[in-house]
């Protein structure tokens, strides 16, 4: 049972570039959600799905696309990156709300330069 | 919106001495709350949750927390600190009720352990 997988591990871009993080999980969870963790500032959210097909905006989306075409896969797009985008990405998923904890990957760190 | 405040962002503690990790959740209906610690270079993995049964809520790795209405808290204990237990950890709240999902985070707390 792998989890929830991300990758890359690591990634550099420059300034105006854009790139996907991948995020896939085999759990059959229905909610899906990316984080990012800067220093001091805890983990904010991003996007987050519950459902294939259903996204929404989190507290600090702009910069950013997502898709759910599947149940296990929840991709996060850079649109055009830029060095305010440096931080540590996380894709966690859980099989639903209330009780029901998250569960994360391992995190992807991106540079911009 | 729910809101999280951990005070203090830097712990330090001796091994063996008690380790006390502060949260506090904004809101007047109890949320779901939930404890995460991270390691270096890792993920964040679940410490414990609390589920109403019961004020007192033990997790893994020795740590447990306790569950205030009156002080709207949910505060973290380890009776006796270990040298491994030196991690980030993180309080998180999570809207009762309906079909929320989303959790919010706080700051996180950084923890040392000296020997």
């Known amino acids: 049972n792998a989890g929830v997988t991300q990758t890359p591990k690591f990634q550099v871009l420059k300034t105006g570039q854009s790139m996907t993080l991948q995020c896939a999980q085999d759990?059959?969870?229905?909610?899906m959600s990316w984080y990012r963790q800067d220093p001091g500032m805890g983990l904010r959210l991003i996007h987050y799905?519950?459902?294939?097909?259903?996204?929404d905006q989190g507290e600090v989306p702009n910069g950013y696309n997502v898709s759910r075409s599947t149940t296990e896969d929840f991709p996060l797009r850079l649109l055009s990156a830029a060095p305010s985008q440096t931080s540590v990405y996380f894709c966690?998923?859980?099989?639903?709300?209330?009780?029901?904890?998250?569960?994360f990957g391992n995190g992807t760190r991106l540079t911009v330069t | 919106a729910q809101s999280v405040t951990q005070l203090g962002s830097h712990v330090s503690v001796s091994e063996g001495a008690l380790v006390l990790l502060r949260c506090n959740y904004s809101?007047?209906?109890?949320?779901?709350l939930f404890w995460y610690v991270q390691y270096p270079n890792q993920g964040l993995q679940l410490l414990l949750k609390?589920?109403?049964?019961?004020?007192l809520v033990k997790g893994i790795n020795g740590f447990e927390a306790e569950f205030k209405k009156s002080e709207t808290s949910f505060h973290l204990t380890k009776p006796s600190a270990h040298m491994s237990d030196a991690a980030e950890y993180f309080c998180?709240?999570?809207?009762?009720?309906?079909?929320?999902?989303?959790?919010?985070f706080g700051k996180g707390t950084l923890l040392t352990v000296n020997p």
């Open positions: 998180a709240v999570r809207e009762s009720g309906g079909s929320n999902y989303k959790l919010t």
């Open positions: 759990m059959n969870h229905e909610y």
């Open positions: 799905s519950v459902g294939a097909g259903i996204t």
């Open positions: 809101s007047s209906v109890p949320p779901y």
């Open positions: 966690a998923s859980s099989p639903g709300g209330g009780l029901s904890p998250l569960h």
């Open positions: 609390y589920t109403s049964a019961a004020t």
